[in-house]
């Protein structure tokens, strides 16, 4: 069945929180993501407000009101408190886990910020009224006054008689516009303190969206607020105030989207690592983990497996009393179910591997078995422990079959064959492929459990003389001679018996992976050691197991022993997802080809963010321009021309970017189909969205970069080196971050600025302190840090998403394979099997003289003959009506199709062409390949029970009339004939295609 008609998709995994516990968990683990950069961030932050206090109340030598100059110093120390203090909060243990829990550090931390923005503007108000109380603060020429001793409002005025000799001659240790008559409340290195507050304190504290716009709307009101308060121009204001409100609100969307998007990939992953739990669990019990990866990535054309040198291979047969009788297929379902579910207890306790069960048979191997691929590390020890452990677990399971008895009331018991020798195991088939066992030593197991009697283990030579090899008192030995094997020959048996003193040990183990030189050794006899320590808690006899249901659960080892590695290895899992490796510093995939794929996926959101930046850039310019022109140098005559220049910049920077954003806008919409824009634009542009993404963030460092190039040219004439060298790149800073452009392009855009703030402050503006080149440093480090941790955290989780995607895709194809369609969708939804009761036409194949044709052939050249003959068999299969695969083993290949009153015809009818075409399949391949291979087939219809028995290896498995019927009919079928039963005889009668007296 192909994968489309399960019709499972992955939007049935929920991606929201299914309780207040899923929330904490996702809250606690994006709490310690971000934990380390927020708390670098606040000591650097605490580190810059602790320089300016000290440099307030220690280093200026200025004659000014001396309590104010107190309360200016005490405020930055303050700042600098809540910062250690909330550094503590963050550090100390106990409070981890309370910031840990719901949005509590969302709140904590929005508290805190608006809490330093408003000790800020504080500081800014007491600052204007130092300002103006002394001289040495601002030029000679300017005269700054506010009357604030009559309470809010001030009346701030200010007037400047020379102002070209203040702009050219004059500055502060903040900026030249603050030597003039620009308030400190709007001045621009306090503007990039605002920006700083409100853009980057949110998005590295990593905030959710409704915490971030709390602060937006704090900080704005609190601005304009301020603004009112202290008297100024409100015009300017106004327009600062509304530029803070959108770089706040784009910080929300920033911060919004991160929250949601890691919210709903987190618990999106969870409910498919849940549904692959499940769903794996239940795989692995069907196909060993060590082949897992192998099957997922290999095509079903090639065969995987491997030759084993040793394997320990035993059948067990159940007393024919339990198919016997006239009790229903779901009491016989049941009871088997029962019955080899206990088993399956115990097989797991003795940490071995349950090959395949059917009707009233099961099959067990030693741990190599299900690891072909893995050999053990020393070679005979492993070969005498796995033979003494099946023989002791063969002892338990008689033993544990003897407290059931069966629907005729008689007690069960249980008959066993063990041999041991070279296997080939592998994946064969190419629909609905199984793991197999091959080799001769498969079916002189089996041999050996026909011949074997009641309650009694029957052995071959080679378990024999394993067994001689070692010092094993508590098993004996009884020979039986001359025993007629079918396809062997007359071969001396012996009969196995278990002391009931033996020791049965559930967590002997052995490493299975091997090392080098004199570990190997050390680590043997280290193991050897601990297993002799531990025996003496582990050891039960076999009838003290056996006696009560409990005491033999309770010997079942829940360490995971070593010994079980084999089972649950998987040494080829490195096969897949190479290609998906990010760069450590530039944070993107080195496959160009995935990077692509990437931003494809995440084109949308980017897209949004790119607009987001443009409308930023596009308003900054504007403001930051009529800013500069507000600056009273340009009130001069003498500077009229440079106010024209200005002028001429602002038009054309601002022009450029409100056209990328108006364009932006148009992409977006033709790519969301609205309308009406989108019908004036030209069709086809919906193609590559990531591309389009890519030009719209190209075009936003254009314009990023055209805006602070023009500030420098107008640095040139007019000192305006606080928005120049402070605000515009610490802004670019930030749009860049929020339209997620590359690590890349931020990089030199934030060295290339670095570079040139630090050179034009040392060589040509020495009088601006050097603690604002040291918050620019701070400033594009930190917006580095997120882009590349957002970067490369979206990449990872995107690139974990698809692996744990194209596992789960894989997995339901592998259930797809092996099931037929509705039972494969039940797995996936509940991830169980249910019995069901059915009307059936099942075939029967068998391979003729299977194992003379066996004993001559080397294990693996038997996995590749059965490999190329079903694979040929699946694909007749596969055009076949109605008609899927239940089962293999060995030689014997098992169809079945569903019938009701109104498909009964129709299905027996394709049942039996499909029996002619592996006929004629069976022929064509003897005769290519020059063996003699023939085959009989027998086709019954019937009812059955279907349903998956037991806990392990829980294959789907039909039982009842029909399966019986099928049996016996291909057993009493003559060579390269097909032999059907009297209902698939009238059922098809109708039909002139068959010839009843020769082909059927």
């Not at 070279?422 to 793991?435: I, S």
């Not at 079980?564 to 995939?589: E, G, M, Y």
């Not at 402070?726 to 929020?738: A, C, D, K, T």
């Not at 692996?803 to 895709?809: C, D, G, H, L, P």
Request: glycine share 6%; hydrophobic share 40%.
């Amino acid at each position: 069945m192909p994968l489309r008609t399960l019709g499972l998709e992955f939007q049935h995994i929920s991606s929201q929180p299914q309780n207040k516990d899923d929330e904490d968990e996702f809250r606690k683990l994006d709490f310690s993501n971000s934990r380390a950069t927020f708390l670098w961030l606040l000591a650097s932050v605490g580190i810059f407000y602790f320089c300016f206090a000290m440099q307030i109340l220690f280093g200026e030598q200025v004659s000014d009101n001396h309590s104010l100059r107190q309360v200016h110093g005490m405020l930055f120390l303050s700042t600098t408190l809540l910062c250690l203090v909330f550094l503590c909060i963050y550090i100390l243990p106990s409070t981890e886990s309370f910031l840990s829990r719901g949005r509590n550090k969302d709140l904590v931390c929005s508290f805190w910020i608006c809490l330093l923005f408003q000790s800020e503007l504080a500081r800014k108000l007491i600052a204007d009224l130092r300002r103006s109380m002394a001289h040495d603060y601002v030029s000679p020429y300017v005269n700054l006054t506010i009357e604030f001793q009559h309470g809010f409002p001030w009346t701030w005025s200010c007037t400047d008689s020379n102002p070209i000799e203040t702009n050219l001659r004059y500055s502060t240790t903040y900026s030249h516009e603050d030597a003039g008559c620009v308030p400190r409340l709007t001045s621009p290195e306090s503007l990039a303190i605002y920006t700083f507050m409100g853009c980057f304190l949110p998005i590295t504290a990593a905030i959710d969206g409704q915490a971030a716009f709390s602060v937006c709307i704090i900080q704005v009101f609190s601005l304009l607020g301020a603004g009112m308060l202290c008297g100024i121009n409100l015009n300017l204001h106004l327009q600062i105030v509304f530029l803070h409100a959108i770089i706040t609100i784009a910080t929300t969307y920033l911060c919004h989207s991160r929250i949601t998007c890691a919210r709903e990939r987190y618990f999106r992953e969870k409910g498919l690592k849940v549904s692959i739990e499940q769903t794996n669990g239940l795989l692995c019990t069907i196909i060993p983990r060590s082949l897992h990866t192998r099957l997922m990535a290999e095509s079903a054309n090639s065969i995987i497996g491997n030759t084993m040198e040793h394997c320990t291979i035993m059948f067990l047969s159940l007393s024919p009393e339990v198919t016997k009788g006239t009790i229903s297929n779901l009491k016989i379902f049941n009871f088997i179910d029962k019955v080899f579910s206990d088993f399956d207890a115990i097989v797991e306790s003795f940490g071995m591997f349950k090959y395949h069960h059917i009707k009233d048979s099961y099959v067990i191997a030693c741990p190599r078995s299900a690891n072909p691929f893995d050999a053990p590390l020393q070679h005979e020890e492993y070969v005498l422990v796995s033979t003494r452990k099946m023989i002791q677990l063969a002892d338990c399971l008689i033993q544990r079959a003897r407290l059931y008895f069966s629907a005729s009331g008689h007690v069960l018991w249980a008959k066993a064959g063990i041999s041991a020798g070279p296997v080939a195991g592998a994946v064969v088939g190419h629909q609905r492929r199984f793991y197999c066992l091959f080799g001769d030593t498969v079916n002189t197991s089996a041999r050996m459990c026909s011949h074997s009697e009641p309650s009694k283990i029957l052995c071959t030579q080679s378990v024999i003389d394993v067994l001689k090899r070692g010092n094993f008192p508590e098993i004996s030995l009884i020979e039986k001679p001359n025993v007629d094997v079918k396809g062997k020959g007359l071969m001396t048996c012996y009969f196995v018996h278990v002391d009931s003193g033996g020791d049965c040990f559930p967590s002997i183990m052995l490493p299975p992976w091997p090392r080098n030189g004199e570990k190997e050794n050390k680590c043997f006899d280290q193991f050897k050691n601990n297993v002799s320590t531990t025996s003496s808690n582990v050891e039960l006899s076999c009838s003290k197991k056996c006696s009560s249901e409990n005491n033999l659960l309770s010997s079942i080892d829940d360490e995971n022993p070593v010994w079980r590695a084999f089972l649950n290895s998987d040494s080829s899992r490195q096969l897949t997802f190479k290609k998906q490796v990010i760069h450590p510093f530039w944070c993107s995939f080195l496959d160009k080809n995935t990077e692509e794929e990437f931003l494809q996926f995440r084109a949308p959101r980017n897209f949004r963010r790119a607009i987001l930046g443009l409308l930023c850039c596009s308003v900054a310019s504007v403001v930051i321009f009529e800013y500069l022109l507000d600056l009273k140098i340009f009130t001069a005559e003498a500077f009229q021309h440079r106010k024209q220049v200005v002028s001429n910049l602002r038009l054309a920077v601002a022009g450029m970017s409100f056209v990328c954003l108006f364009g932006s806008l148009a992409s977006y919409s033709v790519s969301l189909r609205l309308k009406p824009i989108s019908l004036f634009l030209p069709k086809g542009t919906l193609q590559g969205l990531g591309r389009k993404v890519e030009f719209w963030r190209s075009a936003l460092l254009l314009c990023q970069s055209s805006f602070y190039c023009s500030l420098l040219y107008c640095l040139s004439f007019v000192n305006c080196t606080g928005i120049s060298l402070i605000f515009v790149p610490s802004f670019s800073y930030f749009n860049l971050l929020l339209c997620g452009t590359s690590v890349q392009r931020h990089t030199v855009f934030v060295i290339c600025t670095l570079v040139i703030t630090f050179a034009l402050v040392r060589v040509m503006f020495a009088h601006i302190s050097s603690g604002f080149a040291f918050f620019l440093l701070v400033a594009g480090y930190f917006s580095n840090q997120l882009l590349r941790d957002g970067n490369y955290g979206v990449r990872l989780q995107w690139k974990m998403s698809r692996v744990i995607q194209e596992e789960y895709k894989s997995i339901i194809k592998i259930l797809n394979d092996l099931f037929p369609e509705d039972i494969a969708h039940e797995i996936v939804s509940t991830g169980k099997i249910s019995y069901r009761s059915r009307r059936a036409v099942v075939l029967h194949l068998d391979l003729c003289s299977y194992t003379e044709m066996v004993s001559k052939m080397e294990p693996m050249d038997v996995a590749r003959l059965i490999h190329k003959l079903f694979s040929k068999f699946d694909l007749c299969v596969g055009r076949a009506h109605r008609v899927f695969k239940i089962d293999t083993i060995g030689d014997a290949y098992v169809c079945a199709g569903w019938v009701t009153d109104t498909t009964e015809r129709v299905v027996c009818k394709s049942m039996v062409r499909l029996a002619k075409q592996l006929l004629q399949t069976v022929k064509a391949q003897s005769e290519e390949w020059n063996i003699g291979l023939r085959c009989r087939i027998g086709v019954a219809l019937g009812t059955c029970g279907a349903g998956a028995v037991g806990k392990l290896q829980p294959r789907y498995h039909i039982i009842g009339q029909a399966m019986e019927n099928a049996k016996k009919l291909e057993g009493s079928a003559m060579e390269q004939s097909i032999h059907v039963g009297d209902s698939v005889r009238a059922a098809i009668s109708g039909f002139g295609e068959f010839n009843f007296d020769f082909e059927i």
